[in-house]
């Protein structure tokens, strides 16, 4: 059964690059535009792991990662968190709220798709 992955970003070109890459590793997908469909979608689909951008309307991506660890039925939901905000200071927010990675933007593909399917596979964490 293939592992379930939620791309969350508000960048049509991330999204659409994201979703060629997951796809052709054999992910099945859902997309989110923003924080409020995210945590719609994890309700919903019970992703194993979420690509989840931190600047989004509505609610950003600190809150969404926030809510999904203050929620114990999604505890186990892996979350990379794939952003241009790359000061130590917001990695180190991102980590602290229950990130298992924190991916900068621009991102290389072969990098990202190592550490979801390190992190989805071998069910441990990877940090920048």
């Given at each position: 059964?293939?592992k ?25 997908l ?14 919903a ?39 241009a905000?790359g000061?130590?200071v ?7 709220l ?24 071998d069910n ?5």
């Amino acid at each position: 059964m293939a592992k379930k992955v939620l791309i969350v970003d508000d960048e049509t070109n991330i999204v659409i690059s994201l979703e060629f890459l997951m796809e052709q590793a054999g992910y099945e997908l859902r997309i989110a535009p923003n924080g409020r469909e995210a945590l719609e979608q994890v309700a919903a689909f019970a992703p194993d792991l979420i690509l989840l951008d931190v600047m989004m309307p509505h609610i950003n991506g600190f809150d969404v990662c926030r809510r999904i660890r203050e929620n114990p039925a999604w505890q186990n939901i892996k979350i990379i968190m794939l952003t241009a905000k790359g000061r130590e200071v917001e990695m180190a927010k991102g980590l602290a709220l229950g990130a298992d990675a924190y991916i900068t933007k621009p991102f290389s593909t072969k990098e990202l798709l190592a550490q979801v399917r390190h992190i989805l596979e071998d069910n441990g964490s990877l940090t920048p």
